[in-house]
């Protein structure tokens, strides 16, 4: 089963709300990622998680706030987002080594306003 | 210079026809290459990784060289379900696990 799952599909929240985006894979991959597309723009990564360690973060303003509880586990925070932050958040996986071919979840589509 | 070029395209071709993408990458001590296909509103996918020597997948064929860092991508016999976002990807060091997106090449396949 080579599945990322990720929830909620849609959100859509207001400046001052705070809600987390959830992702879960169960293929035993030790790295998780997230990252923020943009339309019409290629993956940005945001947040590497390496044996559910924090391990790149890629100047990410602190009103995103990762967390890896476990290792098939991976949470992203919001907390008053600004309208810009719209976007479709993609999580993925990896295993460790160095053909590290990621596996995305289908998204987040995630609406500030 | 961006870390990983492709022409954004789009590229109309007919059903049947031959097309091929090529990427061209910065750091030359990149190690892992990969080709992702993107569908609109939908996540990347998998779809080939590139070898040294090459490799071929059905109606596709990756190639890299690493000398002209620069990788390509070969799709034969286009039907109308291989319309979409074209993305070439590089892991460009050790030191990191992530992986550096070209912008996509956009490949229309008409009837």
């Known amino acids: 089963d080579t599945e990322v799952t990720q929830t909620p599909k849609h959100l859509v929240m207001g400046m001052t709300n705070k809600k987390s985006l959830k992702c879960e894979q169960h293929?035993?991959?030790?790295?998780m990622y997230w990252y923020k597309q943009k339309a019409k723009k290629p993956p940005e990564l945001m947040f590497v998680?390496?044996?559910?360690?924090?391990?790149i973060n890629e100047s990410v303003p602190s009103r995103f706030s990762p967390e890896c509880p476990n290792s098939s586990l991976l949470n992203l925070h919001l907390h008053a987002l600004q309208p810009e932050d719209s976007a479709l958040y993609l999580c993925?996986?990896?295993?460790?080594?160095?053909?590290?071919?990621?596996?995305f979840g289908p998204g987040t589509r995630l609406t500030v306003l | 210079r961006k870390e990983v070029e492709q022409d954004p395209g789009p590229f109309n071709v007919p059903e049947g026809a031959t097309v091929a993408f090529n990427c061209t990458y910065s750091?030359?001590?990149?190690?892992?290459f990969f080709w992702y296909r993107q569908d609109c509103r939908k996540e990347p996918k998998l779809l080939m990784s590139?070898?040294?020597s090459g490799n071929e997948d059905g109606r596709f064929t990756a190639q890299l060289n690493r000398a002209s860092q620069y990788i390509s991508l070969l799709i034969r016999d286009s039907k109308l379900s291989d319309s979409a976002t074209y993305l070439c990807?590089?892991?460009?060091?050790?030191?990191?696990?992530?992986?550096?997106f070209g912008s996509g090449t956009r490949l229309q396949v008409q009837p």
């Open positions: 993925a996986s990896s295993q460790e080594g160095l053909a590290n071919e990621q596996f």
């Open positions: 293929m035993g991959h030790r790295a």
């Open positions: 998680y390496s044996y559910e360690k924090l391990s």
């Open positions: 750091n030359s001590a990149s190690q892992s």
């Open positions: 590139v070898y040294s």
């Open positions: 990807v590089v892991k460009m060091d050790t030191g990191r696990r992530a992986l550096t």
